[in-house]
Structures are given as structure tokens and as C-alpha cells.
């Protein structure tokens, strides 16, 4: 079975600080990866998506980068945190277009 | 005008009743339609997909879609403590477009 693995689970970090969220999928192959960040009492906001091995595709404008060095591998970075990057990163993964996402167990950035 | 619009609720049912959440999207060439249930501080779990016009029952769940009113929602029969939640309702189009609502709140009370 497929499972996805996210850390950490809580993270404070003081503006200006670098960042770095790792995610990886196991029990599957050229998954479909995603980066998403959902602010407090707010919706989800695609931040970025992979379809392959260096394959990142950025929906917004931001302070943040996102990687996927392995196939089954996606990592979200910042150089210098904003207090605005506060959020619940989120991790998904699917096979194929139109399939439902699997998310990770999240990340709660703290900036402060 | 948003892709996908829900209901932020609060919506109250008490236990054993039905509870029903509803959700438009605006695309017509929308494929598949899901919905997510998120506990507080917890991720989204993917509990219904439907591609199809009709219903969909699995267990307490029934998810309805409608695709000439654009229209999806779910049942939550027999409802329980347990069920309180946020409920997001999510669309994909072709392109790798997908957009979540941002979801209502149920509150099932015992």
C-alpha cells in the first residue's frame, strides 16, 4: 500500500530563517507530488506541483522554492521566512490525472 | 466568481440525523468530484470521489452529483459525534486543475 511520510510535524522558525519540508511517497512510482498551504480558518492554496523527477510547477508568486530531487521525493524551501509564510504546509500525492489526492500528515510553520 | 463554492456552516445536526453539505463549482468541463474530510488540526482524508451523474453510497455516505447544475454534495446518515468536521469539497478539470472549496464545518451534536 501507499503511504507519505511529512516533516516535521511543527516547526518555529524566526523570520529570516531558512526553511526546508520534506516529503516522500512510498509504495508507488511517478506520482504526481504537491506543495500546498492552508492559512488559519482558511482554504487550501496550491503552491506547487511536480510530475516528474526537477519537473516544478509554481502556481504563485512567493518566498518559497520546491524540489523533487528522487521520484518519489518533493521538498519545499525558503531562503529568509516571512511572518506571512505562517501556515499548515501540506503534502499530496496522486496517479494520474483526475485521481483524488492522498495528503501527508501536514507541517504547522510557526514564524516568528 | 470562486471555481468551487461551499458553505463555511456552521452546520449543526443532532446525533442520528442526517446531515447534508452542498457544493457548486462553475466549470462545466469539471471531470471528478471528491470530497475530503478534515479534522481540526489534522489533514484532509479523501472520504467520496464520484465521476458520474447519480449517487454514490458507501456506508453513511452518499455523494450526489448533478453535473447540469453543477452541483455535488454528500449525505452523512446516522450521523455521529465523530463526524464533526470540516468538509471540503474538491473539482478537477483536465489540465491539472484542481480547486478545493474551503469547506464546511459540521458539528454533530449528541
Known amino acids: 500500500s501507499q503511504t507519505i511520510h511529512q516533516w516535521p510535524a511543527t516547526l518555529v522558525q524566526p523570520v529570516g530563517s531558512p526553511l526546508s519540508l520534506e516529503c516522500t511517497v512510498e509504495?508507488?512510482?511517478?506520482?504526481?507530488l504537491y506543495w500546498y498551504r492552508q492559512a488559519a480558518g482558511r482554504g487550501l492554496q496550491l503552491l506547487f506541483y511536480?510530475?516528474?523527477?526537477g519537473q516544478i510547477s509554481s502556481e504563485v508568486p512567493q518566498n518559497l522554492s520546491a524540489s523533487r530531487p528522487q521520484d518519489r521525493q518533493f521538498i519545499l524551501s525558503s531562503k529568509k521566512l516571512l511572518l506571512s509564510d505562517s501556515g499548515f504546509y501540506l503534502c499530496?500525492?496522486?496517479?494520474?490525472w483526475g485521481g483524488g489526492y492522498t495528503f501527508g500528515s501536514g507541517t504547522r510553520l510557526t514564524v516568528v | 466568481q470562486k471555481e468551487v463554492e461551499q458553505n463555511s456552516g456552521p452546520l449543526s445536526v443532532p446525533e442520528g440525523a442526517i446531515a447534508s453539505l452542498n457544493c457548486t463549482y462553475s466549470?462545466?468541463?469539471?471531470?471528478?468530484f471528491f470530497w475530503y474530510r478534515q479534522y481540526s488540526g489534522k489533514s484532509p482524508e479523501l472520504i467520496m470521489s464520484i465521476y458520474s451523474n447519480g449517487d454514490k453510497e458507501d456506508g453513511r455516505f452518499t455523494a450526489q452529483l448533478n453535473k447540469a447544475s453543477q452541483y455535488v454534495s454528500l449525505l452523512i446518515r446516522d450521523s455521529q459525534p465523530s463526524d464533526s468536521a470540516t468538509y471540503l469539497c474538491?473539482?478537477?478539470?483536465?489540465?491539472?486543475?484542481?480547486?478545493f472549496g474551503t469547506g464546511t464545518s459540521l458539528t454533530v451534536i449528541p
Open positions: 511536480s510530475v516528474g523527477i
Open positions: 466549470d462545466r468541463v469539471s471531470q471528478s
Open positions: 499530496a500525492w496522486n496517479q494520474g
Open positions: 474538491a473539482v478537477y478539470q483536465t489540465g491539472n486543475q484542481f480547486y
Open positions: 509504495g508507488t512510482s511517478n506520482p504526481n
